[in-house]
T-cell receptor, first 108, second 114 residues
Framework: RKEVEQDPGPFNVPEGATVAFNCTYS??????FFWYRQDCRKEPKLLMS???SGNEDGRFTAQLNRASQYISLLIRDSKLSDSATYLC?????????FGAGTRLFVKA | EAQVTQNPRYLITVTGKKLTVTCSQN?????MSWYRQDPGLGLRQIYY???????DKGDVPEGYKVSRKEKRNFPLILESPSPNQTSLYFC?????????????FGSGTRLTVV
């Protein structure tokens, strides 16, 4: 079993749709959680950190469920510019594990 | 501007010819790390460094070396590159303590070994 698993997609959604991504992790001692966005073969960029209390940044909402060991990302009112690969990232100590990413295509 | 700078951006080399990919950050970050990204496998950690002169292996360290003689620099060395090291490489840096700000990545180095 991979340490961090994501549905690879692709997710094809129309503009304005709401889309949700899930990510599961296997190490219960994991400490920090993030969602990154990566455009085609460019460097990943931090989208948001993920906390147990949940956090929201505009159209994006992230949730962490430690008991079930999963992380979610919700994107509301999808824009064409949201088309990218979304990476789930889990850290424990100094080790960092990236999910393989979920590809999102938003179409007009 | 806060950034992580990698060089070169693109490199084609031959099997066995030693090469170094440089990485430098200007954010005074303690933590630096190297990743490789391959289709379907995502980013995999090669080596990381918690501070000057402190480094440790990630998940795929075979065939790579690193050094951390200064806080800002973290070069990746391939002593004898092989075709299976053809990949997209990223350097990243972060503050300590659970990396509350996440990582900052360099723009990547696309390496081809023929």
């Amino acid at each position: 079993r991979k340490e961090v698993e994501q549905d690879p997609g692709p997710f094809n959604v129309p503009e304005g749709a709401t889309v949700a991504f899930n990510c599961t992790y296997s190490n219960s001692a994991s400490q920090s959680f993030f969602w990154y966005r990566q455009d085609c073969r460019k460097e990943p960029k931090l989208l948001m950190s993920v906390y147990s209390s949940g956090n929201e940044d505009g159209r994006f909402t992230a949730q962490l469920n430690r008991a079930s060991q999963y992380i979610s990302l919700l994107i509301r009112d999808s824009k064409l510019s949201d088309s990218a690969t979304y990476l789930c990232v889990v850290t424990g100590g100094f080790k960092t594990i990236f999910g393989a990413g979920t590809r999102l295509f938003v179409k007009a | 501007e806060a950034q992580v700078t990698q060089n070169p951006r693109y490199l084609i080399t031959v099997t066995g010819k030693k090469l170094t990919v440089t990485c430098s950050q200007n954010m005074n970050h303690e933590y630096m790390s190297w990743y490789r990204q391959d289709p379907g496998l995502g980013l995999r950690q090669i080596y990381y460094s918690m501070n000057v002169e402190v480094t440790d292996k990630g998940d795929v360290p075979e065939g790579y070396k690193v050094s951390r003689k200064e806080k800002r620099n973290f070069p990746l060395i391939l002593e004898s590159p092989s075709p299976n090291q053809t990949s997209l490489y990223f350097c990243a840096s972060g503050a300590g303590g659970g990396f509350p700000g996440g990582y900052t990545f360099g723009s990547g180095t696309r390496l081809t070994v023929v």
